[in-house]
Nanobody
Framework: QVQLVESGGGSVQAGGSLRLSCAAWGYTYPRYHMGWFRQAPGKEREGVATFDSDGKTNYTDSVKGRFTISKDNAKNTLYLQMNSLKPEDTAMYYC?????????????????????WGQGTQVTVSS
């Protein structure tokens, strides 16, 4: 059974940095598409960054140049380095995974394309 566990969230001031981690168990990690998503209160869940099974990354426009997604295959861990944080980045952040047989890279910006989810980690940025 696939399990994803996020950590690293917290409260920071605008301009600060956080690094989120997503530890994965239960499958052959490099074979999956992975992604980070976020959901603010009253808003729909949105894609932040994705890392497909071929190693290609993609970012939503609002985080380009500030956030970096990466993987450590030896540790089965996905990361999201977040720099120059803004109050509008405040949200619950989720890690997600899906098999390439289920979703193509074009599907990855949509959260409904992902099959497995962590419990989320809260990020709060104050001005």
């Amino acid at each position: 059974q696939v399990q994803l566990v996020e950590s690293g969230g917290g409260s920071v001031q605008a301009g600060g940095s956080l690094r989120l981690s997503c530890a994965a168990w239960g499958y052959t990690y490099p074979r999956y598409h992975m992604g980070w998503f976020r959901q603010a209160p009253g808003k729909e869940r949105e894609g932040v960054a994705t890392f497909d099974s071929d190693g290609k990354t993609n970012y939503t426009d609002s985080v380009k140049g500030r956030f970096t997604i990466s993987k450590d295959n030896a540790k089965n861990t996905l990361y999201l380095q977040m720099n120059s944080l803004k109050p509008e980045d405040t949200a619950m952040y989720y890690c997600a995974a899906v098999l390439p047989a289920i979703a193509t890279p074009l599907d990855l910006p949509r959260w409904r394309s992902f099959a497995y989810w962590g419990q989320g980690t809260q990020v709060t940025v104050s001005s």
